[in-house]
């Protein structure tokens, strides 16, 4: 079991930059791919970056990439998004992910392939 823990949401106005961590604890997540996923009012939730086990493989969503990275560190079993040229379209509770491989290199990008989700972190954009 692993249990996931956001921080790092608020509000900020547009052009601004937040950092969100997500903290595991339980069973050891260096064997689990990781991703964020945000999901704003009246929307599906969606995938905004994902990474591989190893760290070496990320994925980003077109909407965010050049403006978001994600980046991980498995001997603090932390995971974070660093996100700038915050848009008020970046609105959003953001939530983070992990599930189990076996593979070093593979990541997620579906919802469904995700195991253990964190409580969210909302992230408000000012215009």
């Known amino acids: 079991q692993v249990h996931l823990v956001e921080s790092g949401g608020g509000l900020v106005q547009a052009g601004g930059s937040l950092r969100l961590s997500c903290a595991a604890s339980?069973?050891?997540?260096?064997?689990?791919?990781m991703g964020w996923f945000r999901q704003a009012p009246g929307k599906e939730r969606e995938i905004v970056a994902a990474i591989s086990w190893s760290g070496g493989n990320t994925y980003y969503a077109d909407s965010v990439k050049g403006r978001f990275t994600i980046s991980r560190d498995n001997a603090k079993n932390t995971v974070a998004l660093q996100m700038n040229s915050l848009k008020p379209e970046d609105t959003a509770v953001y939530y983070c992910?992990?599930?189990?491989?076996?593979?070093?290199?593979?990541?997620?990008?579906?919802?469904?392939?995700?195991?253990?989700w964190g409580q969210g972190s909302q992230v408000t954009v000012s215009s």
């Open positions: 992910a992990a599930t189990s491989t076996s593979s070093l290199s593979k990541y997620y990008t579906s919802q469904y392939e995700y195991d253990y």
């Open positions: 339980g069973r050891t997540v260096s064997t689990y791919a």
